[in-house]
Every structure is written in structure tokens, then in C-alpha cells.
């Protein structure tokens, strides 16, 4: 019997096509569910009667663009519980100017929106960490925990050469393969990591299965990047958009 859901909203980079949006997720356990960044498909989350937090990784456009959009949703159909939103101060600052844009704040009813951060967070079992990542200013990766199962999703990042002990043992390890090694000083300059590298983190870390995100939009390129971190991982399986994932 499964403890955690992962639903893979998007699965894309930077640029969006006709198969999938930019990559977030939703995990959703007994009691709670918990959304892990915010571009497209958001009506998975909005739907979730038991929708208890958001957690923004870093600033960049393709990972916080559809923020707006998930509080006017929420609150269209008469949410009146706070939403905890979990960030780093980098991100939080462009969250606060993008409500402000939309005025959001100053809508009749609005529940409560709490901008925060904290090294961890429990909700109906379900304990919450992060950890630091590097690509941008205030990046993190986040660790869920629930009966012994562990998820890790690293979101962007640069490779991992000394993964920290939160995140080894992850019966499902989430993280970003934006090209192939060929192309790895490059990708390191823009602050991502390749297949192979993705998947020398699973090894690494200990991980029962490795999920591909951040992905090019050609799907030749796709299956080059799968097949580069399978040689290397066997359990790795490049990211389902709209797929679940059971821990």
C-alpha cells in the first residue's frame, strides 16, 4: 500500500510544448497534500480538498509563474484557510511583488497568505525538509518523509558532489536532467546538470528509483537523456506529465 502520491504536473525546462508545462508536482498523502512549485496544471492542486501548502524552490520565472493564478483560484472557489507558503527571502520577495501586481491581497475574503521559512515542517504525519541546492540565490530541494518512505526532489541544480545524509535512502528520487554529458560544462554554467549526472546522484544517495524532470522539449533528446542515465542508473525513467508516481 502506497504512503505518498506524486503527481508529475509538468515535467519541461524552461520551455513549455504541447506534451507538458514547466516542472512542479503535487504530493499528496493521507490528510494532506503539499505543491512543489507552480507553473501549469494547476487545477490538480486546486481541486484538493486537503491542499495544505506551497513550496516555491528559487525565483525563476518557469518554476512561480502560475503562483497568481493558484491564490485567485483558491480563493474563486472560497477557501478560507490559510495557505502556507514555504520559501526562501530570494523568492519570497518576488512572490510578495506578484501578489501586489495583481492586487491580490485586496480581495474581499482572501484567506491569509503566510510567506515563511523554516528548515522543516510537519503536516497530518507528513514531515517536510530542506536542504540547499546550487543554482540560484536561495535555492532548496525538498525531502519528504512519511512510515519509513522517502521522496527527495532536488528541483534545479547543479551536480551534487557531496550529497548531504538528508538526502541518501530515497525510495523515489526527483531531479533535473536538462542534456547530455557532451553538453555538461555548459549546463553547469547555467546552474543544471545532465542525465548522467542525475543519475550518479542516485547511486549516490542510495535511491530505489530516479525520476527525470526538466527536460528539452525534443523528444529525441528526451530518450538520449534517459538512455545516458539508465547505463549509468537502471531505475531511471524520464518524468510522465500527469502521471502518478506511488511511494
Request: with cysteine.
Amino acid at each position: 500500500m502506497s504512503v505518498m502520491d506524486i503527481t508529475i504536473l509538468g515535467r519541461n525546462g524552461s520551455l513549455q510544448d504541447g506534451l507538458s508545462g514547466n516542472t512542479s508536482l503535487l504530493l499528496s498523502c493521507e490528510g494532506s497534500s503539499v505543491l512543489v512549485d507552480c507553473s501549469s496544471n494547476l487545477q490538480e492542486a486546486v481541486a484538493k480538498d486537503d491542499f495544505k501548502a506551497v513550496v516555491l524552490t528559487h525565483s525563476h520565472v518557469d518554476h512561480l509563474y502560475g503562483f497568481p493564478s493558484l491564490i485567485h483560484q483558491l480563493w474563486l472557489k472560497g477557501r478560507k484557510d490559510a495557505l502556507d507558503v514555504y520559501a526562501k527571502p530570494e523568492t519570497q520577495k518576488v512572490l510578495s511583488a506578484l501578489l501586489d501586481a495583481f492586487h491580490l491581497r485586496e480581495k474581499k475574503g482572501m484567506f491569509d497568505i503566510a510567506l515563511k521559512f523554516s528548515p522543516s515542517f510537519s503536516t497530518s504525519g507528513l514531515e517536510v525538509e530542506f536542504f540547499g541546492t546550487d543554482h540560484a540565490p536561495g535555492s532548496i530541494g525538498v525531502v519528504f518523509s512519511k512510515d519509513g518512505k522517502k521522496v527527495v526532489y532536488t528541483s534545479d541544480t547543479r551536480p551534487i558532489a557531496n550529497p548531504q545524509h538528508i538526502l541518501v535512502g530515497a525510495d523515489l528520487l526527483i531531479t533535473e536532467a536538462s542534456g547530455l554529458s557532451d553538453d555538461i560544462e555548459v549546463l553547469v554554467k547555467k546552474g543544471h546538470q545532465g542525465g548522467a549526472e542525475a543519475a550518479e546522484l542516485a547511486i549516490k544517495t542510495k535511491a530505489g528509483r530516479l525520476l527525470l524532470v526538466h527536460l528539452p522539449c525534443k523528444e529525441n533528446m528526451r530518450d538520449a537523456i534517459e538512455a545516458q542515465a539508465r547505463g549509468v542508473f537502471p531505475h531511471a525513467s524520464v518524468a510522465i506529465p500527469l502521471a502518478h508516481y506511488e511511494v
